[in-house]
């Protein structure tokens, strides 16, 4: 595995097109490296840092569409770079994935805009795979509701 945190992984698979830009920020390489080969696979394309402040970085440079983001990290945390995201792209839809689940952070990512919680470690890839889609489900229909509401748009 390279030195440098930050990797990009596969763009298409075969005959899929890419669906979606994914950032994967987690503190555990084997982590990032596993959710990368497996969304890769399913077609999007991922970014990932292990690290809050490379996460940031990426943020502003590649407006992911979905953030899958550990809230345990040393330095930078989760939720700072939950809040940060969201401050300057509000349009991406986060996920937080954490192996240190309590009800209170739980709540505090929901509030702060996190659209799901999940524990860590995952059962099964077909979670992560399902977590994307209805991120990306919810996200379509966020902009979709936005774009008929534009004016011009009204039947």
Request: with cysteine; net charge negative.
């Amino acid at each position: 595995m390279p030195a440098d945190p930050v990797q990009f992984c596969g763009t298409s698979v075969g005959r899929m097109s890419v669906k979606a830009r994914v950032l994967i920020v987690d503190d555990e390489p084997d982590v990032v490296v596993n959710w990368a080969r497996v969304l890769s696979r399913d077609g999007h394309t991922c970014v990932t840092a292990t690290d809050g402040e490379h996460a940031l970085a990426l943020v502003e440079s590649e407006r992911p569409d979905i953030v899958l983001l550990d809230l345990k990290m040393p330095g930078i945390d989760g939720m700072q770079v939950l809040t940060r995201t969201l401050a300057v792209h509000a349009d991406a839809a986060v996920i937080v994935v954490t192996g240190h689940g309590a009800v209170e952070s739980a709540v505090e990512a929901m509030l702060t805009g996190a659209i799901d919680y999940l524990l860590k470690p995952l059962p099964s890839n077909d979670m992560l795979r399902r977590a994307v889609q209805s991120a990306l489900d919810r996200r379509r229909l966020i902009q979709e509701n936005r774009r008929l509401r534009e004016p011009g748009m009204q039947g």
